[in-house]
């Protein structure tokens, strides 16, 4: 029972908290900058990557660090999972509204990539490869009604 009322109420991960998110991916930034980046481009064994989108209320570019499990040449792939929240991630909302955005990596330096929202087909061939790469992607699609997204974020070609 949560908070006496006799009601069975799901916990709240952690990892949905805004505030939380947002110091851990500061300090994960902030690890990259001050070791020029020899420490912090990968997490659980999968690159990460700078990914700046612009705000789409604010019109100010917003940066986030994200983990690709799964990278295809010129296409990385990312998981809009916001730790099983509710509601979509920010640069999730951000880059649905405009799709070009840039993004920085250990081996490729910054680029401009299109974005885009995985086909149903597509994420049922790469959801159960970033489960089993990450499991806690499928820990966070059981705490949430919403479709997590998988996002393709590819080089563009200017």
Do not use: C
């Amino acid at each position: 029972m949560n908070g006496g009322y006799g009601l069975l109420v799901p916990r709240r991960s952690p990892f949905t908290s805004d505030r939380l998110l947002k110091t851990v991916n500061a300090f994960h930034d902030s690890v990259l900058r001050v070791t020029r980046g020899r420490v912090g481009w990968s997490a659980d064994g999968m690159p990460v990557l700078r990914l700046t989108t612009v705000g789409r209320r604010s019109g100010q570019l917003r940066t986030v660090l994200l983990s690709s499990p799964i990278q295809f040449g010129d296409e990385w792939i990312v998981v809009g999972s916001k730790g099983g929240g509710e509601r979509h991630a920010d640069w999730f909302v951000n880059l649905r509204a405009d799709p070009r955005v840039t993004v920085e990596t250990k081996k490729y330096g910054v680029r401009t990539v299109t974005a885009r929202i995985a086909t149903p087909e597509q994420k049922a061939e790469w959801w159960p490869q970033a489960v089993a790469k990450f499991r806690h992607y499928g820990e966070f699609q059981s705490r949430t009604t919403r479709d997590i997204p998988m996002v393709v974020l590819k080089v563009s070609g200017d």
